[in-house]
C-alpha cells in the first residue's frame, strides 16, 4: 500500500494549495479555511483582489475523472435552469483541475444557515426546489455514475464489514444475523414497490447540504449524485415520530408536486432507503480508517457501545419496514 493509499490527503499542504489555485490563475492571500467535510477536503479561499472561493479536493480513487465531470455538468445544467444549485467554476476550459496528483474543483462561497425543518413553510419550498431539480434530473440519465442498488449500499457494505474484522468478535454472529434480516426487509420492499423510474438525484440531500437564506436555498455538495428513486432526495429531510414525519411529509409533497408527480409507491422504500444508508455509513467509516481525520472524528466507532446500538438500530429498521408505508 502507497503512502497516498493510506493517508490519502498527505502532501496537501496550505502550501500546496494555494500552488494548485495559481495553477489556475487564482491567487490566494494565504488564509484557508477547512469546511466540513470528511469525504473530499474543502476550504475557504481568502483571495486579495476578489471574493473568497471554495476550492474542492477530491478524494484519490472514488470518481473518475468522467464520473465527476457528470456531476458538474448535471450541476451547471441546473444553475443554467435557474435552479440554485451551486456549480463548479470553469478555468482554462475545464471544471475539473489536477495539480502534483490532487483534483480539485473551485467554487464561488454561498452564504446561509441551515433550513429551519420544523417549519412547513421552509419544508413547502424546498419540495419546491427539489421537483426542479428533478425534472432536470428525469431529462436524461448519467452514463458513468452508478445507480443506488441494495447490492452496493447493502450487501457490499456487509461483507467489507465482516471481512475486514471492524466488529467485536462477541458481537459479530448476533450483527451478521441481524443485517441479512434488515437487508431481506429492505430487499421484500424494493419489491413491494415494484418496478420504479430511476432519475439523476442530489443522492445526499440532507439539511447538511441545504444553504438558507431569507430568499431561499442553495443546494450544494452533489458529490453524491447518482440515479435512484425520486424520494432518496426527500425522506432524509423527515425525523421525530411517524405523525411528526408525515406531517413534514405532507408539507414536503405539496410543494413537490406543484412542479412534478410523485409516484406513492416510493413510500414504501423509504425504510428501506433509511436501512441500506446506516449500513452503508458503517461500511463508509470503515474504508476511509486509514485517512487520519476519521479515527479523529468517530473515535468511538470501534467501541463495544457502537456496535450494540447498530444492532439495536437495525432491529428498530426490521419492524418500521414490516409497517405500512408513511402518508402524505
Given at each position: 500500500?502507497?503512502?497516498r493509499n493510506?493517508?490519502p490527503?498527505?502532501?496537501?499542504?496550505?502550501?500546496r494549495i494555494?500552488?494548485?489555485?495559481?495553477?489556475v490563475?487564482v491567487?490566494?492571500?494565504?488564509?484557508?479555511?477547512?469546511l466540513n467535510?470528511?469525504?473530499?477536503?474543502?476550504y475557504?479561499?481568502?483571495r486579495?483582489?476578489?471574493p473568497?472561493v471554495v476550492?474542492?479536493f477530491?478524494?484519490?480513487?472514488r470518481?473518475t475523472d468522467?464520473?465527476?465531470?457528470?456531476e458538474?455538468?448535471f450541476?451547471?445544467?441546473?444553475?443554467e435552469?435557474?435552479i440554485?444549485a451551486?456549480?463548479p467554476?470553469?478555468l482554462?476550459g475545464?471544471?475539473?483541475?489536477?495539480?502534483?496528483g490532487?483534483?480539485?474543483?473551485?467554487?464561488e462561497r454561498?452564504?446561509g444557515r441551515?433550513p429551519?425543518l420544523?417549519?412547513?413553510?421552509?419544508?413547502v419550498?424546498i419540495g419546491?426546489y427539489?421537483?426542479?431539480?428533478h425534472a432536470?434530473g428525469?431529462?436524461t440519465?448519467?452514463?458513468?455514475?452508478?445507480?443506488?442498488?441494495?447490492?452496493?449500499?447493502?450487501?457490499?457494505?456487509r461483507?467489507y464489514?465482516?471481512?475486514?474484522?471492524f466488529l467485536?468478535?462477541?458481537?459479530?454472529i448476533?450483527?451478521?444475523?441481524v443485517v441479512?434480516q434488515?437487508l431481506?426487509?429492505?430487499?421484500?420492499a424494493?419489491?413491494?414497490?415494484?418496478?420504479?423510474v430511476l432519475?439523476?438525484?442530489?443522492?445526499?440531500c440532507?439539511?447538511?447540504?441545504?444553504?438558507w437564506?431569507d430568499a431561499?436555498a442553495?443546494?450544494?455538495d452533489?458529490?453524491?449524485?447518482?440515479m435512484?428513486?425520486a424520494?432518496q432526495d426527500l425522506w432524509?429531510?423527515?425525523s421525530?415520530e411517524r405523525?411528526?414525519m408525515?406531517?413534514?411529509?405532507?408539507?414536503?409533497?405539496?410543494g413537490?408536486?406543484d412542479f412534478?408527480?410523485l409516484d406513492r409507491?416510493?413510500?414504501?422504500?423509504i425504510?428501506?432507503?433509511r436501512?441500506l444508508?446506516?449500513?452503508?455509513?458503517?461500511a463508509?467509516i470503515?474504508r476511509r480508517?486509514?485517512?487520519?481525520?476519521?479515527?479523529?472524528?468517530f473515535?468511538w466507532f470501534?467501541?463495544?457501545r457502537y456496535?450494540?446500538d447498530r444492532?439495536?438500530?437495525?432491529?428498530?429498521?426490521?419492524?418500521?419496514?414490516?409497517e405500512?408505508?408513511?402518508e402524505?
Amino acid at each position: 500500500m502507497t503512502a497516498r493509499n493510506a493517508a490519502p490527503y498527505d502532501g496537501l499542504s496550505p502550501d500546496r494549495i494555494l500552488d494548485a489555485l495559481d495553477s489556475v490563475g487564482v491567487r490566494g492571500d494565504g488564509r484557508l479555511l477547512a469546511l466540513n467535510s470528511f469525504e473530499n477536503r474543502v476550504y475557504q479561499v481568502w483571495r486579495d483582489d476578489a471574493p473568497p472561493v471554495v476550492a474542492k479536493f477530491y478524494r484519490p480513487a472514488r470518481w473518475t475523472d468522467e464520473q465527476i465531470r457528470e456531476e458538474h455538468a448535471f450541476v451547471l445544467e441546473l444553475a443554467e435552469r435557474e435552479i440554485p444549485a451551486v456549480p463548479p467554476l470553469e478555468l482554462g476550459g475545464s471544471t475539473l483541475n489536477e495539480f502534483e496528483g490532487f483534483r480539485f474543483a473551485l467554487y464561488e462561497r454561498f452564504g446561509g444557515r441551515a433550513p429551519e425543518l420544523d417549519r412547513r413553510e421552509t419544508l413547502v419550498r424546498i419540495g419546491r426546489y427539489i421537483a426542479r431539480i428533478h425534472a432536470v434530473g428525469a431529462m436524461t440519465p448519467f452514463s458513468s455514475r452508478p445507480p443506488l442498488t441494495l447490492d452496493e449500499f447493502g450487501v457490499a457494505s456487509r461483507e467489507y464489514l465482516l471481512q475486514h474484522d471492524f466488529l467485536p468478535p462477541d458481537l459479530r454472529i448476533v450483527w451478521q444475523g441481524v443485517v441479512d434480516q434488515a437487508l431481506d426487509g429492505a430487499r421484500r420492499a424494493l419489491q413491494r414497490a415494484g418496478r420504479i423510474v430511476l432519475l439523476r438525484l442530489h443522492g445526499d440531500c440532507h439539511g447538511g447540504n441545504v444553504l438558507w437564506t431569507d430568499a431561499g436555498a442553495h443546494f450544494v455538495d452533489f458529490d453524491d449524485a447518482r440515479m435512484g428513486p425520486a424520494i432518496q432526495d426527500l425522506w432524509m429531510l423527515l425525523s421525530g415520530e411517524r405523525a411528526a414525519m408525515e406531517e413534514q411529509l405532507a408539507a414536503l409533497l405539496e410543494g413537490y408536486e406543484d412542479f412534478r408527480e410523485l409516484d406513492r409507491r416510493e413510500l414504501m422504500l423509504i425504510e428501506a432507503l433509511r436501512t441500506l444508508r446506516l449500513v452503508h455509513y458503517c461500511a463508509w467509516i470503515a474504508r476511509r480508517w486509514d485517512d487520519p481525520a476519521f479515527p479523529l472524528a468517530f473515535p468511538w466507532f470501534n467501541s463495544q457501545r457502537y456496535w450494540q446500538d447498530r444492532i439495536l438500530e437495525l432491529r428498530e429498521q426490521i419492524a418500521a419496514m414490516d409497517e405500512p408505508p408513511l402518508e402524505a
